[in-house]
Nanobody
Framework: VRLVESGGGLVQPGGSLRLSCAAS????????MNWYRQAPGKERELVAA????????YYLDSVKGRFTISKDDAKNTLYLQMTNLKPEDTAVYSC?????????WGQGTQVTVSS
C-alpha cells in the first residue's frame, strides 16, 4: 500500500498550488479519502474529505471557498486544489485513506506560504 503526495512547495500569499496523492496497493474506490495538515507546534487537523463515490463531505472552515478536494478514480489519485493561499496555510499536508477496517497515510508534502 502506498500513498505518495506531491505538489507542495514555497508560494507567495495569494498564490495557488495543487497537491496530488497517488494511491496504489489497495482498491482506491473502496476508501474514503481525506487531506490533513499539521503545522509546527500544532495538532494535525482535517482539511477536506471526499467519499468513495466522490461526494465532498467536509472542508475546514478556514479553507472553505479557497480549497477544493477531488479525485480521479481512473488514475487512483486524490487532489487538493488550493487557491488564495495564506501564511497560516503553511503545514505538512498528508493524504489519508480509510475504510471500516484499515487506514493508510502518505508521508506528507510541505506547503510553505511566505513572501
Amino acid at each position: 500500500v502506498r500513498l505518495v503526495e506531491s505538489g507542495g512547495g514555497l508560494v507567495q500569499p495569494g498564490g495557488s498550488l495543487r497537491l496530488s496523492c497517488a494511491a496504489s496497493g489497495f482498491t482506491f474506490t473502496s476508501y474514503e479519502m481525506n487531506w490533513y495538515r499539521q503545522a509546527p507546534g500544532k495538532e494535525r487537523e482535517l482539511v477536506a474529505a471526499i467519499t468513495r463515490v466522490g461526494v465532498v463531505t467536509y472542508y475546514l472552515d478556514s479553507v472553505k471557498g479557497r480549497f477544493t478536494i477531488s479525485k480521479d478514480d481512473a488514475k487512483n489519485t486524490l487532489y487538493l486544489q488550493m487557491t488564495n493561499l495564506k501564511p497560516e496555510d503553511t503545514a505538512v499536508y498528508s493524504c489519508n485513506a480509510v475504510d471500516r477496517w484499515y487506514e493508510f497515510w502518505g508521508q506528507g508534502t510541505q506547503v510553505t506560504v511566505s513572501s
